[in-house]
């Protein structure tokens, strides 16, 4: 099937383009009054998730409302650690929780092994129905945590303020947080190939945690591990380059060893200037993002205002796909988003007409 937009795909193997593409990390969730309805409905986020008909539902919510360049499966990265037997689970308001957390070494040899076709098939039937109903408007996207912050929250059992737990485990354990790792790098390249295969046209690697690392641990318990994954994932499925994306949250000074890496496109927060960082990696990988979220809050004006400085500052040519810096907040207001997409189609033209 041919695709109708293919732009995205095109700006992350810097192509040519007409306008610069625009997707936007959690853009389908809480902020939208139909996927707090649709998670009603399935009870609890994790239903919401193992239920392809949802999934599907939610992940085309966003796309109804705004032209936005691409879709994104509705997942979460903590469905490994949940195969994994953690024991995954949402309290209201509380962001996620595991029965079970590793603390001990022990605690790393007795995970089971993962068999991604079975244990988490309700990924691959989500991703095989969204691009079915998807029809070829635009492609969609798969995605994975980095094995760094998966581990980070199987740890510690949940989020963290500190990360005491998880450093512990590293610096007190490194052959066991190697094993850890080892083992989550593993599962996240069978993962994210099972939904390349499945259907997922571009994948993204979330390391949310990757910036709260030294510069050397970022390298030997991050990089290495997202590395093997980049290396170790198919790289073409119906006839066309599968794009890697790799995003480390606050990992701007470390963005000429995160192009090292082999992936096709760097994810940026918004504490970078992505002039900047296309004069250091531009040359060898393509830039997404990297709009604060919170100026999502701001007036019309402001927002378009910043749109117009971000395509600036990256200036001609190809090579940008917009973002956002992180995910989008629950208490944006829904019409923001529309003027923040529009903004970017509307003014992007003129830096793509040579
Ligand atoms: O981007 C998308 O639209 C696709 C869906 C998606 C979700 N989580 C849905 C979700 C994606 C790509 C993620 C990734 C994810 N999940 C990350 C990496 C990206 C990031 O934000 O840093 C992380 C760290 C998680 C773990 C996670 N899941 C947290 C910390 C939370 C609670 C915080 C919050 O926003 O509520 C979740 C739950 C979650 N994942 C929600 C959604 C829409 C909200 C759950 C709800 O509906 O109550």
Same mark, same amino acid.
């Given at each position: 099937?041919?695709?109708?937009?293919?732009?995205?795909?095109?700006?992350?193997?810097?192509?040519?383009?007409? @306008?610069?593409?625009?997707?936007?990390?959690?853009?389908? !969730?809480?902020?939208?009054?139909?996927?707090?309805?649709?998670? &009603?409905?399935?009870?609890?986020?994790?239903t919401?998730c193992?239920?392809?008909?949802?999934?599907?539902?939610?992940?085309?919510?966003?796309? #109804?409302?705004?032209?936005?360049?691409?879709?994104?499966?509705?997942?979460?990265?903590?469905?490994?650690?949940?195969?994994?037997?953690?024991?995954l689970?949402?309290?209201?308001?509380? !962001?996620?929780?595991?029965?079970?957390?590793? #603390?001990?070494?022990?605690?790393?040899?007795?995970?089971?092994?993962?068999?991604?076709?079975?244990?988490?098939?309700?990924?691959t039937?989500?991703?095989?129905?969204?691009?079915?109903?998807?029809?070829?408007?635009?492609?969609l996207?798969?995605f994975?945590?980095? %094995?760094?912050?998966?581990?980070?929250?199987m740890?510690?059992?949940?989020?963290? &303020?500190?990360?005491?737990?998880? &450093?512990?485990?590293?610096?007190?354990?490194?052959?066991?947080?190697?094993?850890?790792?080892?083992?989550?790098?593993?599962?996240v390249?069978?993962?994210?190939?099972?939904?390349? =295969?499945?259907?997922?046209?571009?994948?993204?690697?979330?390391?949310?945690? /990757?910036?709260?690392?030294? %510069?050397?641990?970022?390298?030997?318990?991050?990089?290495?591990?997202?590395? &093997?994954? @980049?290396?170790?994932?198919h790289?073409?499925?119906?006839?066309?380059? @599968?794009?890697? *994306?790799?995003?480390?949250k606050?990992?701007?000074?470390?963005?000429?060893? *995160?192009?090292?890496?082999?992936?096709?496109?760097?994810?940026?927060?918004?504490? @970078?200037?992505? /002039?900047?960082?296309?004069?250091?990696?531009?040359?060898s990988?393509?830039?997404?993002?990297?709009m604060? %979220?919170?100026?999502?809050y701001?007036s019309?004006?402001?927002?378009?205002?910043?749109?117009?400085?971000?395509? =600036?500052?990256?200036?001609?040519? =190809? /090579?940008?796909?917009?973002?956002?810096?992180?995910?989008?907040?629950?208490?944006?207001?829904?019409?923001?988003?529309?003027?923040?997409?529009?903004?970017?189609?509307?003014?992007? =033209?003129?830096?793509?007409?040579?």
């Amino acid at each position: 099937m041919t695709l109708q937009n293919d732009r995205f795909l095109r700006a992350l193997l810097r192509e040519p383009v007409d @306008v610069t593409p625009i997707w936007m990390m959690r853009q389908a !969730g809480r902020y939208l009054p139909e996927y707090r309805e649709t998670r &009603k409905q399935a009870g609890n986020f994790m239903t919401l998730c193992q239920t392809p008909e949802l999934a599907c539902e939610v992940t085309l919510q966003p796309l #109804r409302r705004y032209a936005f360049d691409a879709a994104i499966l509705f997942s979460d990265i903590l469905t490994i650690p949940d195969a994994l037997g953690l024991g995954l689970y949402f309290e209201e308001g509380e !962001g996620p929780r595991f029965r079970k957390t590793i #603390r001990e070494a022990t605690d790393v040899s007795n995970l089971p092994k993962l068999n991604t076709s079975q244990d988490l098939s309700y990924v691959t039937d989500a991703v095989r129905l969204i691009r079915q109903e998807l029809n070829g408007s635009v492609p969609l996207i798969g995605f994975s945590g980095s %094995p760094w912050t998966l581990a980070t929250y199987m740890i510690e059992g949940g989020g963290s &303020k500190d990360f005491r737990h998880a &450093k512990q485990f590293m610096y007190n354990e490194p052959d066991a947080m190697h094993g850890l790792l080892s083992l989550l790098a593993e599962a996240v390249t069978d993962y994210l190939n099972a939904q390349i =295969e499945a259907g997922a046209q571009a994948v993204q690697i979330f390391d949310t945690w /990757g910036g709260i690392l030294t %510069p050397t641990a970022y390298q030997q318990f991050s990089l290495d591990y997202m590395q &093997k994954i @980049v290396s170790g994932l198919h790289r073409e499925h119906e006839g066309r380059q @599968v794009p890697v *994306i790799l995003f480390t949250k606050n990992g701007g000074q470390w963005l000429e060893s *995160i192009a090292a890496s082999n992936c096709h496109c760097v994810g940026l927060d918004w504490t @970078v200037d992505i /002039g900047d960082a296309r004069r250091r990696i531009g040359s060898s990988v393509s830039l997404q993002g990297n709009m604060d %979220p919170s100026i999502l809050y701001a007036s019309p004006d402001a927002i378009r205002a910043e749109v117009a400085r971000i395509l =600036e500052q990256f200036g001609e040519g =190809e /090579g940008h796909v917009f973002n956002l810096g992180h995910g989008i907040t629950p208490q944006v207001d829904p019409a923001n988003v529309a003027v923040f997409v529009d903004a970017v189609h509307e003014y992007s =033209e003129k830096y793509h007409r040579n």
